[in-house]
């Protein structure tokens, strides 16, 4: 695995976009998906060579000006440009926001009384491993089941990646693993150790299925969105969930669901005992 993710990051996103979306004709014969580096170089001002450079971890350390071009023209939302400043001064490796400090597995009493009062909604607390550090009841019912907790501590990558129950659990399950992937590499990736020896050990226990979107994904999860569950009781479960970043220091993810219809919410009931309708479906 390279460890050139701002030039895989940039090379990403310019095969990503058309020609028609920057106003260029698409013209016969494009072998290349996307925009060619020659067109990018020209949108953003730069030469052909400079993109090449970038794209091959060659030259690491845009100025400002260039990267503010290069991500208007590759017409990047905020938290893509967000994501790209991270990638240009984790390229520089002289300082780590983390400081190399182990992940953090402690949780806040407060966070611990938002998590009670998010009961009955399945709910589960994250560090940038992606273990699992506490969770409402709600989540263990529909987490349980399928075999999520077992681990010590129980591990949400190192489960979909390496226990044949996820590829029943998630039947979107290439979905769920590149969301996974995108959620180790959010941050400096390899540039921090602890991540850096979950990605070695599942590049060795799952081999391609996760090196290769190592190879082909940038680190941008999906920050909402609906998942597929099939829970041995409940039947195919349709969960719409919301992420929410704690500070900093507390390096941790929030991640809760919501039934996304009305059959999941009865399903929902029916686990939690509840009357039918207490936990109503989101709408949309």
């Known amino acids: 695995m390279s460890d050139n993710e701002l030039g895989r990051f940039l090379r990403i996103r310019r095969e990503a976009i058309t020609p028609a979306e920057v106003g260029l004709p698409t013209g016969p014969r494009r072998r290349t998906p996307g925009l060619r580096r020659a067109e990018l170089a020209t949108l953003a001002g730069v030469s052909v060579e400079y993109v090449t ?5 060659r030259d690491r350390r845009p100025s400002a000006q260039v990267l503010s071009a290069l991500a208007d023209a ?10 790209l400043h991270r990638l240009t001064k984790a390229a520089d490796g002289g ?35 992606s273990e699992i550090l506490t969770c409402t009841a709600g989540y263990e019912r529909l987490a349980g089941p399928i075999g999520l907790l077992d681990g010590a ?12 129950r996820a590829r029943t659990a998630y039947p979107d399950w290439d979905r769920i ?5 995108a959620a180790l590499k959010q941050g400096p990736f390899r540039a921090d150790e602890h991540v850096a020896v979950l990605a070695d050990e599942l590049a060795i226990t799952a081999g391609a299925a996760f090196t290769e979107r190592v190879d082909t994904l940038p680190g941008l999860p999906k ?17 719409a969930y919301e992420t929410l970043e704690l500070p900093a220091d507390d390096d941790q993810r929030l991640i809760v669901h919501l039934a996304a219809d009305d059959a999941t919410s009865a399903a929902l009931d029916r686990l939690t005992g509840r009357r039918p309708g207490a936990l109503r479906a989101v709408s949309g």
Request: hydrophobic share 40%; net charge positive; charged share 25%.
């Open 53 to 57: 450079r970038l794209e091959q971890g």
């Open 74 to 83: 590759l017409r990047l939302m905020p938290s893509e440009r967000i994501h």
């Open 95 to 129: 300082f780590a926001c983390m400081g190399g400090a182990t992940p953090t597995r402690t949780v806040r009493p407060t966070v611990r009384a938002l998590l009670d009062r998010l009961e009955p909604a399945p709910a589960v607390l994250l560090n940038r491993l």
């Open 153 to 164: 501590p129980p591990n949400l990558a190192r489960f979909v990646f390496t226990d044949d």
């Open 177 to 181: 693993a590149d969301e996974q992937v």
């Open 223 to 239: 920050s909402s969105g609906i998942v597929r569950l099939v829970h041995p009781e409940a039947g195919e479960l349709r969960l």
